[in-house]
């Protein structure tokens, strides 16, 4: 069974830096290869969106234009760790933080527009930003 765990996530005035980390498990180091990955966050009232993706197959980034320069999405196969480190962190990126897996073989801007399609799901961290 697939399990995600997040951490990281914490109180921050603005400008700050924080790295969200995402632990995969149930995934054997080859088939972790052919997934989709990615940061998803939430703000209540509104609907959950993609902040970056990664296909763990190729490495491949998608960002969000709204975190494009600030945001770096990576992992380490190794530790079956999708990280997503956070810079200049604005007040506006005040959320709760998933991760999510879609298992495809490559990540698409298409996947991170629908949230819904992802099975699985860790149970979120959150991050405040203060101006």
């Known amino acids: 069974q697939v399990q995600l765990v997040e951490s990281g996530g914490g109180s921050v005035q603005a400008a700050g830096s924080l790295r969200l980390s995402c632990v995969v498990s149930g995934y054997t180091d080859r088939t972790y290869r052919n997934n989709c990955m990615v940061w998803f966050r939430q703000v209540p009232g509104k609907e959950r969106g993609a902040v970056a993706g990664?296909?763990?197959?190729?490495?491949?980034?998608y960002y969000a234009d709204s975190v494009k320069g600030r945001f770096t999405i990576s992992q380490d196969i190794s530790k079956n760790t999708v990280y997503l480190q956070m810079k200049s962190l604005k007040p506006e990126d005040t959320a709760m933080y998933y991760c999510?897996?879609?298992?495809?073989?490559?990540?698409?801007?298409?996947?991170?527009?629908?949230?819904?399609?992802?099975?699985?799901w860790g149970q979120g961290t959150q991050v405040t930003v203060s101006s």
């Open positions: 999510a897996v879609k298992r495809v073989p490559y990540c698409s801007l298409s996947y991170l527009a629908a949230p819904s399609t992802f099975g699985n």
């Open positions: 990664i296909s763990t197959t190729t490495g491949s980034t």
